[in-house]
């Protein structure tokens, strides 16, 4: 830009205009594509990283910004549900939890979860910078795992580290809607997450249930926004772009407005699964 304010090519050097849209350079590069400018994309319209659009750029994509608004509204949506089943079932921070996984004694002997579940203290879960655990991705995609998204400190078990508790990791147990433990996986196929680390059990509830305002707070969304948006070498385009289907919306509102129970509206995500198993029970 001049001094008189005014845009000034840096090509041909005419007022009004800027290089990459020069239409003395455009004609240039057309009568010569091997040029340098041609191959180095000179003259251009900018490309968006996210859609590949052309105009503008990934900061200003307008899909971007609806995706983020339907994520951040997902996440709330399913993390409200899922905070309002803890409370139900007495999880939060120092439940007792039993599980069928393998651990070991004082002794360091293994002991079969089967036989004598493992007995420990819930300690919430661990939030990341980079992928977290606690996501609307539990309801979108079937029998979805992350090992890493509950822990617990074993009671009577061996040290760890440092002389410290040993820690569980948990996945969550099949809660329907909000954590289905059978269904289809992103490529189609059915799946089932059944391992002992997502059968287990509050034994004693928690005096304080839930996971507190924070789980759901305005910061918490962002957090998880500005992850799954993030820019750099593994960002996400629109290619990527996934969301909950307005029948699982719709459902997870029933049951946070006591329409239904999560049973039933299991049920009603899933006429198909519901019909075969009266059917094999006659």
């Known amino acids: 830009m001049s001094y008189s304010g005014t845009v000034r090519c840096g090509h041909c050097y005419t007022q009004g205009h800027n290089k990459r849209g020069c239409p003395k350079l455009k004609k240039e590069i057309e009568a010569n594509p091997n040029s340098w ?3 180095h ?3 251009k319209a900018r490309q968006c990283s996210y859609c590949q659009g052309e105009g503008h750029n990934r900061a200003s994509c307008s899909d971007r910004k609806t995706h983020e608004s339907a994520f951040r509204a997902d996440n709330k949506l399913w993390r409200r549900a899922f905070d309002k089943w803890a409370i139900s079932q007495g999880l939060g921070y120092g439940a007792l939890i039993r599980a069928p996984i393998a651990w070991r004694n004082t002794k360091d002997e293994r002991i079969d979860g089967e036989t004598t579940p493992a007995l420990g203290m819930f300690t919430g879960y661990r939030p990341q910078d980079e992928d977290d655990p606690l996501t609307r991705e539990w309801a979108r995609t079937g029998a979805y795992r992350n090992r890493g998204a509950l822990w617990m400190d074993l009671i009577g078990a ?8 040993q820690t569980a990791h948990l996945q969550l147990p099949d809660i329907p ?6 269904g289809k996986d992103t490529w189609g196929y059915e799946r089932s997450r059944d391992g002992g680390d997502s059968k287990w059990t509050v034994a004693s509830p928690s005096p304080v249930p839930g996971f507190g305002a924070e789980f759901t707070s305005v910061a918490a969304m962002t957090a998880l926004v500005k992850d799954y948006f993030k820019t750099g070498k593994y960002a996400k385009t629109a290619t990527d772009w996934n969301e909950l289907t307005k029948e699982t919306r719709q459902a997870l509102k029933d049951y946070l407005n006591d329409s239904a129970t999560l049973e039933e509206l299991g049920k009603r995500l899933n006429p198909e699964e519901d019909e075969n198993s009266e059917g094999d029970n006659q």
């Open 37 to 39: 400018e041609a191959k």
């Open 41 to 43: 994309g000179v003259g």
């Open 158 to 165: 061996s040290l760890g580290y440092d002389d410290r508790a």
């Open 177 to 182: 809607v909000i954590a289905p433990a059978h």
